[in-house]
């Protein structure tokens, strides 16, 4: 079962615009994860936030959580073409998994 | 530095032939070792998961099974495949206990089942 579940599912913008994508969840985790997949691609992993953390950044990222509300969102600052892609958010509540929603597709205008 | 590789990057296989994935990790040892599949339009799903040599987890009870036979090699195999087989498969490994730092996912291999 998918315990993220990112909103939106597709997102347009226009290159230097921010893009903010959220992903809710369901049980208690350790940490949420965010990922990035090019088309026909692995999946690279960008910002790793723990469940006592409340924000995080990393260059042009900025992630929050919120664990009393079960979501999570990711802020990317003056996006670029290059930032097209689609985006997972992935929570890990066992040791041993990381569980990853449906994905939200990104697409930067030139 | 720690690398992946999984192979081969794309396969077309009949129905009822049989199936073999292979990943291997260099550069770490003791990697939690991972196996997801990518549907159409869909997120990663699950399906084993591996500890340690010869510890296997399987997620979802399907045609596929998986088997870890040295520390830093993770084979993904099935006995006669399915339609349903078809997809994005993903091999990762994680540092052990994860959740510190994120999955390193290799680049995958895309199985069309005709």
């Known amino acids: 079962s998918q315990q993220g579940e990112e909103d939106p599912q597709a997102l347009s913008i226009q290159e230097g615009e921010n893009a903010t994508m959220n992903c809710s969840y369901k049980t208690s985790i350790n940490n949420l994860q965010w990922y990035r997949q090019n088309s026909g691609r692995g999946l690279v992993h960008l910002i790793l936030?723990?469940?006592?953390?409340r924000e995080k950044h990393s260059g042009r990222l900025r992630v929050t959580l919120d664990t009393s509300k079960k979501s999570s969102s990711l802020l990317i600052t003056a996006s670029r073409a290059a930032d097209t892609a689609s985006y997972f958010c992935a929570t890990e509540f066992d040791n041993s998994k990381l569980t990853f929603g449906k994905g939200i597709t990104l697409s930067v205008r030139p | 530095s720690q690398t992946i590789h999984q192979w081969p990057a794309t396969l077309v296989q009949p129905v009822g032939s049989p199936l073999s994935l292979e990943c291997t990790v260099e550069g770490t040892s003791n990697p939690n070792l991972y196996w997801y599949r990518q549907a159409a339009g869909r997120g990663l799903q699950l399906l084993f998961y591996?500890?340690?040599?010869?510890?296997i987890s399987s997620e979802v009870p399907q045609n596929l099974s998986a088997s870890r036979p040295q520390d830093r090699q993770f084979i993904l195999s099935s006995k006669k495949l399915l339609l349903s087989d078809s997809g994005f498969y993903l091999c990762?490994?994680?540092?052990?206990?994860?959740?510190?730092?994120?999955?390193?996912f290799g680049s995958g291999t895309r199985l069309t089942v005709v």
């Open positions: 990762a490994w994680s540092v052990r206990p994860p959740g510190t730092v994120g999955y390193t």
């Open positions: 591996s500890v340690g040599i010869g510890q």
């Open positions: 936030i723990r469940s006592n953390e």
